[in-house]
């Protein structure tokens, strides 16, 4: 438990000096903003077609953990967005409760803490589980909002819905990455230094840019963020009752070349 906590400590510390830049005046709010987008248009794309060009697809491509969490996410999504109508939210405001409790910052937190924690090979499963966030779930909250909104589901909603997958940057650095691994190119050494040197900024400018936000935000309504975060941080958790199911994760994330 020591070990885990000093291995994240950096990451917490980039969040607080974040926010301290921006509590303290030394940095905007603007400033964070185009940080922000910096790291969503340009680090994290890189990062991200680098582990996809990087691995073989069928590791990245598991179809039982594909099933595995978005079916477990799904139930959840529908049990957050029942219980949201029960406490008399409208259909939007449950919509965008259940969106919240059952995805998470996968792109910006959870991709390089899981990197730090257990390598490179760890980017596998954990873009999977970002390709379903943005997909299935980013294109079902709009669908919902947009049918609760015009009172149908007209086909201009799915023009809409795959128009904006298709400028999605992190979609499309995983969709060139896997069609480079797929065509079995190597990469260059100024391309492969290229994307090293911009693919690294991207897990400090992201802490960073994250703790700068949290300046602005403020608890107005503690009992729903509670609710939000008991569902993604308790319900949503997967417990597998075969012991040997670690061991064998780990044994398979070592066989991914690299």
Not at 191 to 220: H, Q, R, W, Y
Request: glycine share 8%; aromatic share 10%.
């Amino acid at each position: 438990m020591t070990d885990i906590f000093l291995q994240l400590l950096p990451f917490f510390a980039l969040l607080g000096c974040g926010y301290i830049a921006v509590w303290t005046g030394l940095l905007s709010d603007t400033a964070i903003a185009n940080l922000t987008r910096f790291v969503f248009y340009f680090a994290l794309s890189a990062m991200l077609f680098d582990f996809a060009s990087s691995l073989p697809v069928s590791y990245i491509f598991d179809r039982q953990l594909v099933l595995a969490y978005s079916s477990a996410s799904l139930v959840l999504y529908c049990l957050m967005t029942l219980i949201g109508r029960l406490r008399g939210c409208n259909i939007e405001e449950s919509a965008i409760e259940a969106q919240c409790g059952v995805i998470g910052n996968t792109g910006f937190l959870g991709l390089p803490v899981l990197v730090l924690m257990f390598g490179d090979r760890a980017a596998a499963p954990v873009m999977l589980t970002l390709s379903v966030d943005l997909v299935l779930f980013g294109s079902l909250v709009v669908a919902i909002i947009s049918a609760n909104r015009d009172g149908r589901l007209s086909p201009v909603v799915f023009v809409t819905i795959s128009k904006g997958l298709l400028k999605n940057p992190m979609i499309l650095a995983m969709v060139f990455g896997l069609l480079w691994s797929l065509l079995g190119l190597s990469k260059p050494g100024p391309m492969a230094n290229f994307l090293d040197l911009l693919g690294a900024a991207a897990t400090p400018c992201a802490l960073f840019a994250i703790g700068g936000s949290l300046v602005a935000k403020t608890a107005e309504r503690v009992s729903v963020a509670g609710w939000i975060s008991f569902a993604k941080l308790v319900l949503l958790q997967h417990r597998n009752p075969d012991p040997g199911h670690r061991l064998r994760l780990q044994h398979d994330l070592s066989l991914i070349p690299l």
